[in-house]
């Protein structure tokens, strides 16, 4: 089965914490993607970073580094020093292939609360 | 600037009445995507469209009906069938490669009056 669990449900940090938001997932699949997008309250889901399952190098970009571990099927998603502006709901994603297309599976979300 | 466009941005349904949700894009996307999403339970397919002229069920397709005449339009009709649709639904598109990121519009919120 293909599933992307993301067991924090809401998180709740002061300005200036660091904050990680976990994300694990399950496929048979040898080949796959992950992603992380950010749903800010305006709506709209916002790219963050795509990962496929040959590169397990840790990315860092600005504030926010990503960590994947394919030994735990771990994609988790780490904000230094978190500012208000990052307050939303944060998705972690796994793009599979399918016959003739692909499929993804996002997580259920999780809110980030960020207060000054 | 590229992007999606997706209206109404609220509406309102009433009983036996279809509804239909549009979804345009400018990014010279082959994919595109509907999106439902409920409280605690993230994103669920409901359609996607690989190629115009061509569209496959997702996971919750059951009381909602597409059409791909265009490679720039995705329209979702929400029909009476569909027995719960209070939610928000969210359109995206991507390039075919299943590598590449999808682009989502700012998503419409249905309700039933």
């Known amino acids: 089965a293909q599933k992307v669990t993301q067991a924090q449900t809401e998180i709740s940090v002061v300005e200036k914490e660091d904050v990680t938001l976990d994300c694990v997932y399950e496929?048979?699949?040898?080949?796959?993607?992950l992603f992380w997008y950010k749903q800010p309250p305006s709506g709209e889901l916002v790219f963050l970073i795509r990962?496929?399952?040959?590169?397990?190098q840790n990315e860092i970009s600005g504030r926010y580094s990503w960590n994947f571990q394919k030994s735990t099927s771990s994609f988790n998603f780490t904000i230094t020093a978190s500012q208000v502006v990052d307050s939303a709901v944060y998705f972690c994603?796994?793009?599979?292939?399918?016959?003739?297309?692909?499929?993804?599976?996002f997580g259920a979300g999780t809110r980030l609360f960020v207060k000054a | 600037d590229g992007g999606i466009t997706q209206s109404p941005k609220y509406l309102f349904r009433k009983e036996g009445q279809n509804v239909t949700l549009s979804c345009e894009q400018n990014?010279?996307?082959?994919?595109m995507y509907w999106y439902r999403q409920d409280p605690g339970q993230g994103l669920r397919l409901i359609y996607y469209?690989?190629?115009?002229?061509?569209?496959q069920k997702g996971d919750i397709a059951e009381g909602y009906s597409v059409s791909r005449e265009k490679k720039e339009s995705f329209p979702l009709t929400v029909t009476s069938a569909q027995k719960n649709p209070t939610a928000f639904y969210l359109c995206?598109?991507?390039?075919?490669?299943?590598?590449?990121?999808?682009?989502f519009g700012d998503g419409t919120r249905l309700s039933i009056l």
């Open positions: 994603a796994l793009s599979r292939p399918l016959t003739g297309g692909f499929k993804t599976i």
């Open positions: 469209s690989q190629i115009v002229n061509d569209f």
């Open positions: 990962r496929n399952s040959f590169d397990e």
């Open positions: 990014l010279n996307h082959d994919a």
């Open positions: 496929t048979r699949d040898t080949t796959y993607y």
């Open positions: 995206a598109s991507s390039a075919r490669d299943n590598n590449q990121p999808q682009h």
